[in-house]
């Protein structure tokens, strides 16, 4: 049983953690050569994820690196990386959730991208990346001024793609946002692989390719 009373007419899915492996650490161990200690203080102190937070809400990257920088001169060029070695804070792109959005939209349900990131960012994955052009819309925190795990969010997505909470399913690698999700009545899975999503989405009622979903 899938426990809901109908399949989802559309996905919602995250990007970073879900499609991108994004991770400041990808970068910054290289940058403190292998120094652990160091490298966690560092990203937990000064670029923090309370500091990070505010690139995610539309802040610019390049201003706030170059006002980070200048209140801690000693880690400037570490400051300074941050924005203009960003990319290099993805590891790789995971292959088997590009494989089921393709098989999703093969099935018939529409696809929307939902995810914290810098307008910048956004734009510089948006044309790295050929499967972004597949989903069917997109809803970014840096170009709304809001971001997960806010309900507004959430509202103002479902609004902007005219879809129903009950007529959609989550898919975030973050508990946070799953659950500000599930209290807006939107149903949806906490991402650990591209395998166990495979087993929600059959068991939400969705059709993949050549599986049957699960009877509802």
């Known amino acids: 049983m899938s426990g809901l009373a109908h399949a989802p007419k559309a996905v919602l899915w995250d990007l970073g953690g879900v499609f991108?492996?994004?991770?400041?650490?990808?970068l910054y161990r290289k940058l403190f050569a292998g120094d652990e200690a160091a490298m966690?203080?560092?990203?937990?102190n000064v670029c923090s994820p309370q500091w990070h937070a505010e690139q995610d809400l539309g802040r610019s990257v390049a201003e706030a690196c170059r006002s980070l920088?200048?209140?801690?001169?000693?880690?400037?060029?570490?400051?300074?990386?941050?924005?203009?070695?960003?990319?290099?804070?993805?590891?790789?792109?995971?292959?088997?959730?590009?494989?089921?959005?393709?098989?999703?939209?093969?099935?018939g349900a529409?696809?929307?991208a939902?995810?914290?990131?810098?307008?910048?960012?956004?734009?510089?994955?948006?044309?790295?990346?050929?499967f972004i052009s597949w989903f069917d819309g997109w809803f970014i925190s840096g170009l709304e001024g809001v971001a997960k795990p806010?309900?507004?969010f959430f509202e103002r997505a479902?609004?902007?793609?005219?879809?129903?909470?009950?007529?959609?399913?989550?898919?975030?690698?973050?508990?946070a946002n799953v659950a500000a999700a599930k209290a807006l009545g939107i149903p949806g899975t906490l991402f650990s692989g591209p395998e166990h999503l495979r087993t929600e989405l059959l068991r939400v009622g969705l059709a993949l390719g050549g599986a049957r979903p699960a009877e509802l």
């Open 20 to 26: 991108l492996d994004w991770d400041p650490r990808y």
């Open 40 to 44: 966690e203080d560092f990203l937990t």
């Open 69 to 107: 920088a200048a209140a801690h001169p000693e880690h400037a060029s570490l400051v300074l990386a941050w924005g203009e070695r960003s990319e290099e804070m993805i590891g790789s792109v995971i292959s088997g959730t590009v494989s089921l959005l393709e098989e999703v939209k093969a099935g």
């Open 110 to 112: 529409q696809c929307y």
């Open 114 to 130: 939902l995810s914290n990131m810098e307008p910048e960012n956004w734009e510089k994955r948006r044309a790295a990346y050929e």
């Open 150 to 152: 806010d309900p507004r």
């Open 158 to 175: 479902l609004q902007r793609f005219g879809l129903k909470p009950e007529e959609t399913f989550f898919v975030d690698d973050k508990e």
